[in-house]
C-alpha cells in the first residue's frame, strides 16, 4: 500500500456561530473512519522535543492542534511525508501500523489524539528495525 492510503488530512466543519467556534468529531465512519475508544492530548512539549519514535499494530489515530502547531512524520518503511497540523479545525488520520514522530511542538501546542483501540503496550512498535521486520512478515505472510 502506498504511503498517500495510509494517511490523510480531513477538514471538519465549523458549527460556531457569533458566541465563538465549535468543532465536533463523531467516530464509527461519521466524520472519521473508526469508533473513538481513547483521548490524549499531549501539550508543554517544546521545539526541541521529539515524540512517538513508533509504530502500532492496531491502532488507528485522528491528530489534531487544537491550540499552536507541531509537525508528524509518517514513515512506512519505504516512503516518508512530513505533514504540519496548525488548525483546529485540521485533522491528521493515520492508518496502523504506520511509523510516526511528532515535532517542532511551538510553546502553546496542544496535540489531541483520538485513537481507535484502548492502550496496549503489546502492540507499540517502538524500534525501528524491528518495524522494518514485521512489516516484512506481513508482507510475505500477505502473499501466501
Ligand atoms: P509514549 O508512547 O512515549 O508517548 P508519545 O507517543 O507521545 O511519545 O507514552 C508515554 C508514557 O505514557 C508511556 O509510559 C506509556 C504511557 N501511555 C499510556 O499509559 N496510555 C496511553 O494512551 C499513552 C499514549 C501512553
Known amino acids: 500500500m502506498s504511503l498517500e492510503e495510509q494517511y490523510r488530512l480531513i477538514e471538519f466543519a465549523d458549527l460556531g456561530d457569533e458566541r465563538g467556534n465549535l468543532v465536533v468529531i463523531e467516530g464509527e465512519g461519521m466524520d472519521i473512519p ?8 499531549i501539550y508543554g512539549s517544546d521545539s526541541t522535543v521529539v515524540r512517538g519514535n513508533h509504530a502500532n499494530r492496531e491502532t488507528e489515530f485522528l491528530l489534531v492542534n487544537v491550540s499552536g502547531r507541531s509537525k508528524v512524520r509518517v514513515d512506512n518503511g519505504s516512503e516518508s511525508a512530513v505533514i504540519e497540523l496548525d488548525r483546529p479545525r485540521m485533522g491528521l488520520y493515520l492508518s496502523a501500523m504506520l511509523w510516526k514522530d511528532m515535532y517542532e511542538f511551538s510553546e502553546d501546542s496542544v496535540l489531541l489524539v483520538l485513537a481507535s483501540r484502548h492502550y ?3 502492540e507499540y512498535i517502538r524500534d525501528y528495525d524491528t518495524y522494518l521486520r514485521v512489516l516484512r512478515e506481513k508482507e510475505s505472510s500477505e502473499g501466501e
Not at 473508526?34 to 492530548?41: A, E, L
Open 120 to 122: 496496549d503496550e503489546r
Open 34 to 41: 473508526f469508533d473513538i475508544r481513547r483521548v490524549f492530548y
